[in-house]
């Protein structure tokens, strides 16, 4: 038998979480408990805005507080933090980056295709009711995972974008098959959040939608410009290193020995890589070496460098690989990336590995999956249940 019963709620200034502890009795000569729930209900406060104001492209009507609106992109000046609430032409969307390259910032809540592709982005169009979000970020605070489902305005996201997502991006809430729909991007001096979460059609009717989007706004107030270190590829213009940046969308100048003095990273392959007597004057700075597919050449030189040797063994058939802890430089990678056992068959993820007195960041699993992914459904489900 249904049972309904109502009280009020406190008034909030500030998100708060109220556990709601139930004890349900039944009547069977004299009363029994039959079990004990406990819900966890999130309370909003009834008004929210952004604590700086707001620049809005777009109707500012949907929004439940005042802001000043621009007409154009070229109008917002250098360090401004703008709200995209409407799709841009092929112009609006040129316009945008170069004015966040000089270190605006931008909240985009509505799509554009000239954008999406400038940004070099696929994007899945569908309707999502349930988002996760795995990794730890300023605008994730407070916000629980449960929050992220059922919004009520039926969803949650209008779909999301393919990973894995190039350039200096960053996912943080994703939907559907793994797809991302909040993302972070560095571009120049200024910062992009790019959301596909229905918060334009929900700010004024869901509280988690308005909370989300006064944390993206309030987080891109709170960022400096940005400022990277000078990175410079040691490579020839037609090396395959030099064509997969270029594919990833990262932009670095081409360098040679004599240019190491003036670079913070090099990035170099194990066929291409500096003398040992100028990788020495180079770590003797404080540079950084970022070497992609070491060889046995590469592993001599360095060694001629480290207080210990290191080795670099081939491996081969690894379909797989795991984070080896939280650390920084790989925070954001979603595991799913790792994972290359595909149907059927598989690719190889990794070529070699390596021994010494390293600090290891992606590491080997010890389970192999490939014994349980290639087996049937049935076989699958009985393995659980045994």
Known sequence: RDVSFSFPLPDVEEKEVLEMAVTLWKENKGWQKVREETYRLSLFPKTLKPSLPLLILGDPARFPFPATVIREINSVQPFSVVVVARQLSSREANDLLAKVEEGCKALILESSPPLTELLKLSFNSYSAKRAFAPFQHPILRDIEERELSFWRGGKVAKGGYTPPILGTSKPLIFCGAGDVCLLEIKRGKGTIILSEMDILNQINQEPLALFLFVKCVEYLHSLPLNDYPKAGIFARPDSPLTRTFTALGLEAPLIKEAD??????????????????????????????????????????????????????????????????????????????????????????????????????????????????WQGENVKTAGILK
Do not use: H
């Open 260 to 373: 190491l003095q003036d670079f913070d990273i090099v990035i170099a392959t194990g066929r291409s890589l500096p003398s040992a007597t100028a990788l020495k004057e180079f770590f003797s700075r404080g540079g950084t070496l970022l070497l992609l597919a070491p060889s046995t050449e590469s592993e001599k030189t360095l060694n001629e460098l480290l207080p210990s040797p290191i080795k670099s063994i081939p491996y081969r058939d690894e379909v797989q690989l795991i984070r080896a802890g939280k650390e920084k430089l790989t925070e954001g990678i979603y595991l799913d990336w790792l994972f290359w056992l595909e149907r059927g068959r598989s690719r190889s993820i990794v070529n070699r590995y390596f021994e010494g007195p390293i600090k290891p960041l992606l590491v080997t699993p010890l389970t192999d999956w490939r014994k349980w992914c």
